[in-house]
């Protein structure tokens, strides 16, 4: 429908489109923001990932005897 049609249209079609093109583009703004939420907090969630992998893996390589203490750890995991 063209704009220039809505001057001829009925009071109920002329009321109820307009309605109907708002609720619609709502719900798109409101898919989107929660797209956009949902980027967010897999991009806090790798970022922290990242960080502790680091802060684990700096701290293993100052640990003394790691590799006695991995070859303990992998008898103890085979005898279970």
Request: charge should be positive; glycine fraction near 4%; proline fraction near 4%.
């Amino acid at each position: 429908m063209y704009p220039s049609d809505f001057a001829v249209a009925p009071e109920s079609i002329r009321l109820t489109l307009p309605a109907a093109l708002c609720w619609v583009r709502k719900a798109e703004m409101i898919d989107g923001l929660v797209e956009l939420l949902v980027q967010l907090v897999h991009k806090i969630s790798v970022r922290a990932e990242k960080k502790v992998e680091n802060e684990l893996s700096s701290e293993f390589r100052r640990v003394q005897g790691k590799h006695g203490i991995l070859a303990r750890l992998a008898q103890a995991a085979l005898d279970l």
